[in-house]
């Protein structure tokens, strides 16, 4: 175990919706990360919030958005979904900026968008 | 960008033997490098962390070796066990986490 726990584990939407995930970081942890894990393929980012604030952003069209709240849990937003948005989503939690130490995983959320 | 190449992609070995699984990065500009592993499906369990200044570490049957100059890393499995077979993915770490498409590992009973 971890420590950082990812909510739902399993989602199913429809194309066009919006979705909502959720990730409660370890304790004492002030940075979490989020990537997109297509099947097959490695995790790939999405943003990365230090002290409620984003401070690193990959590749990802802006109705991906965040949120990181004052107890450092975070929430990964997407809009408008796609169906290439089915993926595994996880979150990652850190105790200090971007990689400085040693990052812990969620099991994830796997997203079926239809 | 970093980037990041692991080499074999898929390798499958009987039950027994010593493994070696290499990972290459294009940026020596690195905080640590840490290996997962990874279940089908599951999230990401850490291995081991080798801080920049380190040349490697070790953890019961595994053992990592880190050369930042040339960008180089390689994990070392001994008497693989079929409970080892996952997708183990190395992942250098500047101000985020960089990822590369892992090395699948299939051992057989």
């Known amino acids: 175990e971890t420590g950082v726990t990812q909510s739902p584990t399993h989602l199913i939407k429809t194309r066009g919706q919006q979705v909502t995930l959720r990730c409660s970081s370890q304790s004492g942890h002030n940075t979490v990360s989020w990537y997109q894990q297509a099947l097959g393929q490695g995790p790939q980012f999405i943003f990365q919030?230090?002290?409620?604030?984003?401070?690193g952003r990959g590749n990802f069209p802006p109705r991906f958005s965040g949120l990181q709240f004052p107890n450092y849990s975070s929430e990964l937003n997407v809009n408008a979904l796609e169906l290439d948005d089915s993926a595994l989503y996880l979150c990652?939690?850190?105790?200090?900026?971007?990689?400085?130490?040693?990052?812990?995983f969620g099991q994830g959320t796997r997203l079926t968008v239809v | 960008k970093q980037e990041v190449t692991q080499i074999p992609a898929a390798l499958s070995v009987p039950e027994g033997e010593n493994l070696v699984l290499n990972c290459s990065f294009t940026?020596?500009?690195?905080?640590?490098l840490q290996w997962f592993r990874q279940d089908p499906g599951k999230g990401l369990t850490s291995l081991l962390l080798i801080q920049s200044s380190q040349r490697e570490q070790t953890s019961g049957r595994l053992n990592a070796s880190l050369d930042k100059s040339s960008g180089r890393s390689t994990l070392y499995i001994a008497a693989s066990q079929p409970g080892d077979s996952a997708t183990y993915l190395c992942v250098p770490t500047g101000n985020q986490f960089y990822f590369g498409t892992g090395t699948s590992l299939t051992v057989i009973p």
């Open positions: 990652a939690s850190s105790p200090r900026e971007g990689g400085r130490t040693e990052a812990f």
């Open positions: 940026d020596s500009a690195i905080y640590n």
């Open positions: 919030y230090y002290r409620e604030e984003e401070n």
